[in-house]
């Protein structure tokens, strides 16, 4: 499954497919990004981080993947699992104090 | 370790009434401190962040404050709490090397 920008808020996949969840950050000068995971009634989590001297990032199960001449951020999750359904943020850097969030992807895994 | 505190988790209040968040960060010291609104939902609202003891920035005007009386604790007050001060409010500290933003666990406050 895989959701585009920030205008398709929710992305549906099945359990043990591949999801990709994208976004547009909005500062081509900003050098780090992050991806948040939030479950229901909980804080955000750490998930992955990339600087913008990079372009591609893996971590366990998850790979994030930088394109700064489209201004584009996506978060791949492999082999989906129930655990993975929530909300997904991205998060750019503008300052040394500032992280500027996106509005978020809701993924429900089915099983 | 670093953790970070927030409490209580939950509150209900009418309107009118008085506001109190209190959070608490352990294990590093001078962190950057910030305070977030979630409306059901929605996306992340930064409302104020502080770099020292005492020093507040205020990013949107609203019915809240915030204070940071010692170098850890942060907190989150309303004299006054209006409907819409309704949500999901979190605290986060911020990594010194990259920037990265720590969440607490979130007080979800309900205005009646």
């Known amino acids: 499954g895989e959701s585009v920008g920030l205008h398709l808020p929710t992305l549906s996949v099945q359990e043990g497919d591949n999801s990709i969840i994208n976004c547009a950050y909005s500062n081509s000068a900003s050098d780090y990004f992050i991806w948040y995971k939030q479950e229901s009634g909980k804080g955000p989590q750490f998930i992955i981080d990339i600087r913008s001297n990079m372009d591609k990032r893996q971590g366990q199960r998850v790979t994030v993947l930088l394109n700064k001449t489209v201004k584009h951020l996506s978060l791949q999750i492999a082999a989906t699992q129930p655990g993975d359904s929530a909300v997904y943020f991205c998060?750019?850097?503008?300052?040394?104090?500032?992280?500027?969030f996106g509005a978020g992807t809701t993924v429900t895994v089915r099983a | 370790s670093q953790t970070i505190h927030q409490w209580p988790a939950t509150l209900v209040q009418p309107v009118g009434s008085p506001l109190s968040l209190e959070c608490t960060v352990e294990g590093t010291s001078n962190p950057n401190l910030y305070w977030y609104r979630q409306a059901a939902g929605r996306g992340l609202q930064l409302l104020f962040y502080s770099v020292g003891i005492g020093q507040i920035s205020s990013e949107v005007p609203q019915n809240l404050s915030a204070s940071r009386p010692q170098d850890r604790q942060f907190i989150l007050s309303s004299k006054k709490l209006l409907l819409s001060d309704s949500g999901f409010y979190l605290c986060?500290?911020?990594?010194?090397?990259?920037?990265?933003?720590?969440f607490g666990e979130g007080s979800r406050l309900t205005v009646l």
């Open positions: 998060a750019e850097n503008l300052n040394d104090y500032k992280l500027s």
């Open positions: 986060a500290w911020q990594g010194r090397e990259l920037g990265e933003l720590f």
